[in-house]
């Protein structure tokens, strides 16, 4: 593994970051209130975007590439034509921190999941769906099922919340971490829903009867953040001065990046597999060339 680059991204802390499906931009989301689009290789600043009164928390971006949703601690969800960065919808659920986005796999839907909470979701064209009221403690993850029938939630508590779309109806609960469940994702096709805890156990669920198929540790707790290669190989995990690459399959370690900041708050892999982009609270954006 080499690290082939480090630039100063933002004004303050990294908190996002997404490749588009050709590889060719990376798009980061800032502390600073600006989402900024980077040319790849050369990690060249191509266009900033800016619209939100307050700390950019997370991205994501439908399949087709043509819209770019954003949530903040503004309060607000805004989609943007990607990749122009013209605003097209504001949307509110509540006064409340937006602290996760997530469009659905077949581009029908944004989720925002929300500090109080509070799931909501939309439609692309700003047209409200479903609002759900997941508890009473804040939200930092959503995820839709690759069929897009089911959401997960998950935040601060031991316990991640599954609901039905698009009635918002509640679908089961799956127990077994502690204190925070920080990261959600779907892998294998929506065979498996895979989860972060903050007690430093990753787990893995079965989506065929939503019982728990396989548990990891990566060895210390205060896990920040989760995210898999393309190929679903290689998991990345991050803490609080670093991450770990680990092969997915038999849980083996594979490397170690020393990241010289503490607080990663923000990974991610270029389509190809080639490169992991690691964001962080010095305001920096770290990619490391993955053998």
Known sequence: MKETAVFEAHSSYVLGLIFTRDGGT???????????????PDWRLVRTVEGHANSVNSLALSPDERILATGSTDTMVKLWTFPE?????????RKKVVAAVQISADGKWVAAGSYGGRAMVWTLAGEPVVGIRAGKKNLSSVAFSPDGKILASSGLGDDITLW???SGEPAGT????KVAVGSLAF???????VSMGYEGTIRFWDTADWREARAVTPG???LRG?????????????MESGVQLWSVEDWKLEAELPISTKAVNGMAFSPDGRWLAIGAADRR?????IQ
């Open 220 to 222: 210390q707790p205060g």
């Open 26 to 40: 990376l798009v980061s989301a800032g502390m600073d209130n600006l989402v900024k689009l980077w040319s790849v």
């Open 187 to 193: 892998i294998d096709g929506g065979r498996y829903l």
């Open 174 to 177: 799956l127990s077994g971490h």
């Open 85 to 93: 960065g013209a605003l097209l919808h504001t949307l509110q659920d």
């Open 285 to 289: 954006i770290r990619v490391w060339k």
């Open 164 to 166: 039905s779309l698009p």
């Open 226 to 238: 989760l995210a898999f290669s393309p190929d679903e190989r290689i998991a990345a995990v991050s």
